[in-house]
């Protein structure tokens, strides 16, 4: 999995990169954020309680002008649910959260606003794929009873401090609404995830 994030990495950044050959120009970052997830039913019904979680990742936006540009990220993402339910080998209930990891790329138009283009809103569709899946209680591997991807809208809002010419910081709320079932066989109502949460991070001009 390391090898994939590297791998993952230097795609991104090369991309990048030979955008801003042509016009234009890059910022590339990182960013850590305070998570809370869940889940819901596609009628709208969402588990009552939430997982609070850390996500981080890298961020790369190529500018087509100083209002529009092309945002992607690579997210470590804990998703998942609180205080669900799982049998033991006795076959007792045991209270559980429900631990999911994804690796994230959501690819979003991002569009900038404000008197000095501060202020910025995205959106756009993003891909997950599971990384590791178990409860919390028992420790037990559950990976083979969900679905390998996930599917979905990203979104989000943020606020760009500049520090010095080639650097910034900002602070963002994002959020993600799954469109998939995340369960691999599921008779009942499609289970979608959904998290939202407050990064912050650092940009630098490439």
């Known amino acids: 999995m390391k090898k994939q994030l590297f ?29 809370f997830t869940n889940i819901s039913t596609m009628d709208g019904q969402y588990n009552k309680t939430s997982r609070k979680t850390f996500t981080g990742g890298i961020t790369g936006e190529y500018y087509f002008s100083d209002r529009w540009g092309l945002k992607t990220k690579l997210i470590y993402d804990s998703k998942g649910w609180g205080d669900g339910s799982i049998k033991d080998n006795d076959d007792n209930e045991i209270t559980t959260d429900f631990k999911l990891n994804y ?19 995205n959106f756009g569709p993003y891909i997950g ?28 809002i943020g606020y760009k401090f500049e520090l010095n010419t080639n650097t910034k910081m900002f602070i963002e709320l994002d959020g993600q609404e799954g469109f998939i079932d995340i369960f691999e066989m599921n008779e009942g109502k499609a289970i979608r995830n959904g998290r939202s949460s407050v990064n912050l991070g650092l940009l630098f001009n490439l």
Do not use: C
């Open 7 to 35: 791998f993952l990495s230097l795609v991104i950044l090369s991309t990048f990169h030979s955008f801003s050959q042509d016009t234009g120009y890059i910022e590339f970052g990182g960013n850590i954020g305070l998570s």
């Open 129 to 156: 794929f599971l990384i590791t899946a178990e409860d919390s209680e028992l420790g037990i591997d559950l990976k083979d009873g969900f679905n390998g991807t996930d599917f979905g809208l990203a979104f989000g």
């Open 103 to 121: 690796l994230t790329v959501p690819v979003m138009a991002n569009y900038h606003f404000g008197s000095n283009r501060n202020w910025y809103l």
